[in-house]
């Protein structure tokens, strides 16, 4: 990491809504080339976390910089430079998916023969090949996750904020997702992502346990359970077996 | 602001109503129903109104008021020998109204002026009436006094009627007007309620705030594309209205369309901002008699303001369409430019600009709590 500017950065992050302290008092730092998983179970707060590193959110208190600038106030300078895949699936249900991303091209400022060149290649990619002319809401819902990810990359950003990219998909298409995610970052494009399916945080660089809005420990899956080995004394946890030894048992209950 | 960015919102917006059929079909289908089944239920012409004549003195001058009676579209005029008591005649044989004229009505009417001066030998007629349908009870007292009021060199009084519009200007003339508002502000403010609640449902808006666009982009976008929805619509409304009812368009066409359009964008402006108050489709959905019911009932569209009790003829004042329907009916009936009615004119304008810019303030928290 060294000198380099993080592509993400949050520094004693904060968000309260009325009593709701949804993120409390948050700090990490991630570098360029990194993929940062974000584990916790619903409402801990990585939503409202990535929201306010996009900019969409503003801190309550503490600072959260994107590719070096603060945010939100200073997004204008980075919004063409990074990509953010919203929990919802985020595609117009009534517009074609060639029409979907014709529009999200548009407004970054896309040429239309630009984006239709890019269009071949994401569909490809996303193996949705002959769903061009197809509406939205007629894809099953894999499909429309893999459009709303194409959406997100579309115009070739170097960081990406995905929430919750894997949700609901079947173990195989996640897998399938994940690969896109490790050939992205071959490429050099940094990845903050969420996820509540502990098995991804195996997949991760480095991964950060968030519960009730703070960050319990973060760092890369081996050190993780190096660190879960020695609190428990037992071999070769699994992930969940880290998680729940990490964060005590009794609050991970509700995890899936 | 760039025009790419505006276009692109514009563009798809009008591709989504596109994809939608039911909503287009909607979109065409209102303005010409409403004008079809407005103007011929409300033509406000009353016809074949069945009145029993009795004349019992039979002169010319009565002749003649039987000829202006049955000249009268209004009327279906039955000629009857004799009567012996009108009101049982009303209530058995369906006539709305029974007109005797007594003997001697004529030398009465003549001595009266013979006379010079008021006196109560006065040549009357009989009118026996049946009040149930008030608006059909007026047509016959108007009809009768028309038809007495006609009796020529004679008549007590003439009335020299100049038509300011150089023709008589029948209700569909000016309720077209009022029509092309209505349709325009239900379709632009329902539509863009919709529209943007579905976008923070599914999550678009995100995707939206994240990339370069802003929130003044965005605004025109959807003005644009429903300013050219507005169009099309009084396109229809106009053509209906021409071949249909023939209506009277004293005006310059253009001017319309303008006005038109400049209310379709404070319908967007208002429909925007009534997003902020939904969270679902179905919440939006409860402002849509909100929208509609104020316009028809209070906006002057079906009967004056003049006709609304004095207590409730403020929130007349409140409803934007009453001073569309001013601008649209000075524009297209009496052939004024927009600026000629400044109550009309002054009332969109302060429309658009408000709902414009709180448009705005909504869009801004919308956009997540940046500020």
Same mark, same amino acid.
């Given at each position: ?9 949050a ?7 009325? /009593?709701? !302290? ?5 700090s ?13 179970p ?10 306010m590193?996009? =900019? ?5 208190? $503490? ?7 603060p945010?939100p ?10 990509g ?11 517009l /074609?998916?060639a ?5 999200? $091209? ?12 890019r /269009? ?8 949705l090949?002959?769903? $061009?002319?197809?509406?939205a809401d ?11 990810l194409?959406?997100t990359?579309?115009?070739e950003p170097?960081?990406?904020?995905l929430?919750?990219?894997t ?18 970052? !071959?490429?050099? !494009?940094?990845?903050?992502l969420? /996820? ?26 081996a050190?993780? !359970?190096?660190?879960?080995?020695q609190?428990?004394?037992r071999?070769?946890?699994?992930m969940?077996?880290v ?5 005590g048992?009794a609050?991970?209950? =509700?995890?899936s | ?9 514009t563009?798809?917006?009008l ?11 909607l979109?065409?289908l209102?303005?010409? +129903?409403?004008m ?8 406000g ?22 000829e ?8 279906e005029v039955? +000629?009857?020998?004799?009567? @012996?008591?009108?009101e049982?005649? %009303? ?8 007109i005797r004229?007594?003997d001697?009505?004529?030398s009465?009417?003549y001595a009266?002026?013979a006379?010079?001066?008021?006196t109560s030998a006065?040549?009357? #007629?009989d ?5 149930? @349908? ?15 009021? @006609? ?17 008589e ?10 029509i092309m508002g209505?349709?325009?502000a ?13 976008e923070?449902v ?5 995707r939206i ?11 025109l976008?959807?003005v644009i ?11 229809v ?6 071949l ?8 310059s066409?253009?001017?319309a ?5 400049l209310?379709?964008?404070?319908s +967007? ?16 959905i +409860?402002f849509?008699p909100?929208?509609?019911l104020?316009s028809v009932?209070?906006?002057g569209?079906?009967?004056? #303001? ?18 569309s329907?001013?601008? %649209? ?5 009496k052939?004024l ?14 429309f ?20």
């Amino acid at each position: 990491m060294g000198s380099q500017t993080p592509t993400f950065l949050a520094a004693s992050l904060t968000k309260t809504f009325g /009593t709701l !302290r949804a993120v409390d008092d948050l700090s990490m730092s991630i570098a360029p080339g990194e993929i940062y998983g974000l584990v916790g179970p619903s409402g801990a707060g990585k939503t409202t976390l990535i929201r306010m590193l996009s =900019g969409l959110t503003k801190p309550t208190e $503490g600072t959260a910089h994107l590719l070096g600038a603060p945010m939100p106030d200073g997004r204008r300078t980075v919004e063409h430079r990074f990509g953010y895949m919203p929990q919802e699936r985020a595609v117009y249900r009534d517009l /074609t998916v060639a029409e979907n991303l014709l529009f999200f $091209g548009r407004i970054y400022g896309m040429s239309r023969a630009r984006i239709s060149e890019r /269009t071949g290649e994401l569909l490809e990619l996303m193996r949705l090949q002959g769903h $061009g002319q197809q509406r939205a809401d007629r894809l099953s819902g894999g499909e429309k996750q893999r459009l709303s990810l194409a959406c997100t990359l579309l115009h070739e950003p170097d960081a990406l904020l995905l929430d919750e990219p894997t949700i609901g998909l079947d173990p195989a298409l996640r897998r399938e997702f994940w690969d896109h995610f490790h050939e992205l970052n !071959r490429r050099g !494009r940094t990845i903050l992502l969420s /996820t509540h399916y502990l098995q991804e945080a195996e997949w991760c660089g480095r991964v950060g346990l968030i519960q009730r809005g703070r960050l319990i420990v973060e760092g890369t899956p081996a050190e993780l !359970r190096r660190e879960a080995e020695q609190r428990s004394g037992r071999e070769r946890p699994d992930m969940e077996e880290v998680f729940l030894i990490l964060t005590g048992s009794a609050v991970a209950g =509700g995890m899936s | 602001m760039k025009a790419y960015r505006i276009l692109a919102v514009t563009e798809r917006v009008l591709r989504q109503l596109w994809h939608d059929r039911r909503v287009l079909v909607l979109m065409l289908l209102l303005p010409a +129903v409403a004008m079809l089944l407005f103007g011929y239920s409300f033509s406000g012409d009353i016809t074949d109104v069945r009145v029993a004549f009795i004349d019992e003195d039979n002169t010319d001058l009565t002749e003649s008021i039987l000829e202006s009676l049955q000249e009268d579209d209004a009327f279906e005029v039955t +000629v009857l020998d004799s009567v @012996d008591d009108p009101e049982r005649l %009303l209530l058995e044989s369906g006539y709305q109204a029974v007109i005797r004229i007594p003997d001697k009505f004529t030398s009465l009417y003549y001595a009266h002026f013979a006379m010079g001066v008021a006196t109560s030998a006065q040549g009357t #007629i009989d009118l026996t009436l049946d009040e149930s @349908d008030p608006q059909i009870a007026t047509t016959i007292k108007m009809g009768l006094a028309d038809a007495a009021m @006609d009796l020529g060199e004679g008549g007590p009084v003439e009335i020299d009627t100049r038509e300011l519009y150089g023709v008589e200007v029948r209700f569909i003339d000016s309720f077209a007007p009022a029509i092309m508002g209505l349709v325009v502000a239900l379709i632009s403010t329902v539509l863009t309620l919709l529209s943007i609640v579905r976008e923070k449902v599914d999550g678009t808006f995100s995707r939206i705030w994240v990339s370069p666009t802003r929130r003044a982009e965005f605004i025109l976008g959807y003005v644009i594309a429903f300013g050219l929805i507005a169009l099309v619509q009084s396109l229809v409304v106009l053509t209906i209205g021409k071949l249909v009812f023939d209506i009277v368009i004293n005006g310059s066409i253009a001017w319309a369309f303008a006005c038109v359009i400049l209310f379709a964008v404070g319908s +967007v402006g208002l429909g925007t901002l009534l997003s902020a108050l939904a969270q679902t489709e179905s919440q939006a959905i +409860v402002f849509f008699p909100l929208v509609i019911l104020p316009s028809v009932l209070l906006s002057g569209m079906m009967w004056p #303001i003049q006709a609304i009790p004095r207590l409730l003829r403020p929130l007349s004042y409140l409803v934007p369409l009453t001073y569309s329907n001013r601008l %649209l009916r000075a524009v297209m009936v009496k052939g004024l430019a927009p600026w000629q009615e400044p109550l009309g004119f002054a009332g969109v304008l302060v429309f658009v600009v408000l709902t414009i810019l709180l448009a705005s303030v909504v869009l801004r928290q919308s956009a997540g709590e940046r500020e």
